[in-house]
């Protein structure tokens, strides 16, 4: 599975952005798929994942904001992000692993894919 995301920008605070990931090679259904993120000086950390059946989950700190979504037939997966913040800018990396669980993991080890990041800032 190959990963490319896209849809990094420039924006106000307060704006909006939608970032994509597209997949290519196997299929898709089965992953878990996930964005993390990671500022300048800090750690990776885990923002949203979708799960193969739908499911959700979210960092703390920006649910209510930030939604994911996956279209299975394009292979892609989105994160809507709105009311962003300044602490929001970051690159953020798509990801992805086969799983046969109920929930998707928020641990960067567990997943095997990872696309190039795109970058996210966002001005005061």
């Known amino acids: 599975v190959q990963l490319q995301a896209s849809g990094g920008g420039l924006v106000q605070s307060g704006g909006s952005l939608r970032l994509s990931c597209a997949a290519s090679?196997?299929?898709?259904?089965?992953?878990?798929l996930a964005w993390f993120r990671q500022a300048p000086g800090k750690e990776r950390e885990f923002v949203a994942a979708i799960n193969w059946d739908g499911n959700t989950d979210y960092l703390v700190s920006v649910k209510g904001r930030f939604t994911i979504s996956r279209d299975n037939p394009k292979k892609t997966v989105y994160l809507q992000m709105s009311s962003l913040k300044p602490e929001d800018t970051a690159r953020y990396y798509c990801?992805?692993?086969?799983?046969?669980?109920?929930?998707?993991?928020?641990?960067?080890?567990?997943?095997?894919?990872w696309g190039q990041g795109t970058l996210v800032t966002v001005s005061s």
């Open positions: 090679g196997r299929t898709f259904s089965n992953y878990a």
């Open positions: 990801a992805a692993y086969y799983n046969f669980k109920t929930i998707a993991s928020v641990s960067p080890g567990e997943y095997d894919y």
